[in-house]
């Protein structure tokens, strides 16, 4: 059987150990002292990233009898990908093509030189003042990484609040820590023009932790806000969510149906006959957690077994500090919910480190007695949401969470904090 996987990121090559066992049966440098030192910091990304170089990828697919070929691939009819004229016969297909950054239509953005997250990690140098276009996942994780490495950061946030998609208590803490370290927060506004900006910026908040101020930084950009007032800065960093790879791949050829999100496909991940799709170019959760999740899936069905894709608890994580993360539903009055705050445990004073504000909050089904959705703000909240998410999948009733016992001083143990509270709302 020869299978095509038409795209090279984590999804495709998670789909390839997939197949093949189903088929088979000291510190980072430069983080020390009260600001990271930026060459310290890229030497350390340069090296986990081998200089952005792939070639140590090859071994692990060469492990699994599988043929990278580098180009732009396209289906040139059915049972045929075609990449840069070469010609690959496939009996079964895989469209695993990912996503790119989404730049909105703004008047002048052509103009100026832009970074989207790509840029972003890829650079060598920190700006003196850099606006951040979404407040999403992205924009906050980037705007706090730049601030603490000395930009003057300002989120520009159209929505009603930073993280839009979760639930507002997260977002609005998050705002409020922000605030703190000196990162503008500008909430209910959208950009509406960009030009080139002669002057000199310094950008719109400084960091009240700061002793002396930061020299002029050089000519950037004018931004334009819909509540009319102008924004100056060195460099914008557009963060406006991600659009699925689905152009000039061909895939009208075989019968795909592609919507606003991405390419359709059932529960089983099949887009058509011999043709499956995984991770963000199905737009339906676009993780990375989320694409190895559907390429075990894919695989396992390609394989005849017996598998089909839940979504009822995908979990997320936002890596700011404090952490962010979230699974399941958050919305509906038909639930009920408690909040436990994290000053409330004994292990944030024992934690390491001076540890941010943070809470647990979780939502059940007052009618089924099981939760529903969960969302924590706290150090390494992503680590401790794992319970979370098993429960809400398997549908574990409220009093067997209850009687399990966390340990202690643990951040979960407000997990039963939380419950316990829950409980007395549900009896």
């Not at 406006?240 to 061909?250: C, H």
């Not at 969302?375 to 794992?386: D, F, I, K, S």
Request: charged letters at 25%.
């Amino acid at each position: 059987m020869k299978v095509v996987v038409l795209g090279g990121g984590s999804t495709g090559e998670h789909f390839v150990g997939a197949l093949r066992r189903f088929d088979d049966l000291d510190r980072a440098p430069g983080l020390h002292g009260e600001r990271p030192e930026p060459d310290g910091v890229w030497s350390w990304r340069d090296w986990m990233t081998n200089d952005w170089d792939d070639a140590g990828q090859l071994h692990y697919l060469e492990e699994w009898r599988c043929r990278l070929v580098r180009g732009e691939g396209r289906v040139a009819r059915p049972g045929v990908v075609e990449v840069d004229g070469q010609e690959l016969a496939y009996d079964r297909l895989v469209l695993a093509t990912g996503s790119r950054p989404a730049i909105p239509p703004i008047d002048g953005l052509d103009s100026i030189d832009y970074w989207t997250n790509r840029e972003a990690t890829r650079t060598h140098k920190v700006p003196q003042s850099l606006a951040v276009m979404g407040g999403g996942p992205v924009g906050a994780e980037l705007a706090q990484f730049f601030s603490r490495m000395g930009s003057r950061v300002t989120v520009v946030e159209r929505g009603e609040r930073l993280l839009g998609r979760f639930h507002p208590d997260a977002g609005e803490l998050l705002a409020e820590l922000f605030r703190e370290e000196g990162i503008g927060v500008r909430i209910g506004v959208g950009i509406e023009r960009a030009e080139r900006w002669a002057g000199s910026v310094a950008g719109e908040a400084g960091d009240a932790r700061r002793k002396t101020a930061a020299p002029p930084a050089p000519p950037g950009i004018r931004l334009h806000l819909s509540d009319g007032s102008t924004l100056e800065t060195e460099r914008l960093l557009i963060a406006t969510g991600r659009r699925p790879n689905v152009e000039r791949l061909g895939l009208d050829e075989l019968g795909v149906k592609i919507s606003g999100r991405g390419v359709e496909v059932d529960e089983r991940l099949r887009a058509a006959d011999d043709v499956w799709a995984i991770g963000d170019v199905t737009g339906i959760a676009q993780f990375t957690h989320v694409g190895k999740y559907q390429a075990r899936v894919a695989a396992a069905d390609m394989t005849r077994r017996r598998a089909k894709a839940d979504y009822r608890a995908i979990p997320a994580g936002i890596f700011t500090d404090p952490e962010v993360a979230a699974v399941g539903r958050s919305d509906g009055e038909d639930l009920v919910s408690t909040r436990i705050e994290l000053g409330k445990l004994p292990r944030l004073s024992t934690y390491e480190k001076p540890a941010r504000d943070g809470f647990v909050r979780v939502f059940a089904d007052p009618r089924q007695g099981v939760l529903v959705g969960a969302v924590c703000v706290g150090p390494q909240a992503a680590e401790w949401l794992g319970q979370f998410t098993l429960a809400i999948r398997a549908a574990v009733p409220i009093e067997t969470l209850l009687d399990t016992i966390q340990p202690y001083p643990t951040f979960s143990e407000g997990v039963f904090y939380a419950l316990q509270e829950l409980q007395g709302q549900l009896s």
